[in-house]
């Protein structure tokens, strides 16, 4: 796998271009999670000890880029020892580089703009279900694992494991069997409240006053020898609160059918 220098990532992306795009973006975003909305951080203490590589997080995933963009928040504040606040940005002078999330390819190819989001650490794959608003049913690119696992190798990579922005959608085996053979850290994110605050891209305040929540959970505790990749995906989907189990509203909606088809069974 190739490896990172003084100059470059491990993708051959400068750094001082990346620390350049990061403090622009960082400042360009900053008042939409600490002015017009307030995001709520916790759990950032568990990021501390953690070593510079081989770490994966997992999340749910409610927009493009907004999601993204606060976790960039998040960990350049802990590299400069702030915890659970994002108040004080002089940590986008000091940003967190050797960091990639995983992003699809036909997102990050549309317009300048997100262009520039890929050169801040975006690992592209082609999703395999699904492409242009289609449905379709295609290998998996080798290279492109490949490429997220040299992007362990060398620092901490964030990934969705839906692989969607719809809430309590089912998860990819692939993320399992990405961790069963590469054997990360795994630490669940759960966020909430950014599909209200923003557009389903994440570039646009959609609402003010909102409290975006982001909770950085302690490292999952997986047997890497003997579970197998379902067993692992059940344990990310439960750590990231998107199982049926967390869904009030599909919950409550069985109850209805139950009730109404309690009410036409004949006495």
Known sequence: MAKKNIFTDAFGTFYFLKRLIIFILGLVSYRRFNGFNKLKISGAENLVDLPDANVLFVSNHQTYFAD???????????????????????????????????????TMNKGLMTKIFKLAGAVTVKRTWRAEGANVNRMVDLTEVENIMKALDNGW?????Q?????????????????????????????????????????RVKVTGVKPTMEFKKPLD???DNDDAQTILNKIMVAI?????????????????????EETLPN
Do not use: W
């Open 241 to 261: 609160e998107q199982t049926e189990d967390f869904n009030l509203l599909h919950g409550y909606d069985q109850e209805l059918k139950a009730q109404k088809s």
């Open 68 to 106: 993204v963009a606060a976790m960039y928040h998040a960990f350049c504040a802990v590299n400069n020892g702030y915890l659970n606040t994002i108040k004080n940005p002089v940590y986008l002078l000091n940003p967190k580089v050797d960091f990639y999330y995983v992003a699809a390819e036909e």
């Open 163 to 203: 692989g969607t922005t719809s809430a309590f959608a089912q998860g990819r085996k692939g993320t399992a069997k990405l961790v069963k053979n590469q054997r990360p850290i795994v630490i669940p994110i759960k966020i909430n409240g950014f599909r209200r605050a923003f557009d389903k891209k994440g570039l």
């Open 222 to 224: 997986i047997d890497y």
């Open 157 to 161: 990579v964030i990934t969705f494991p």
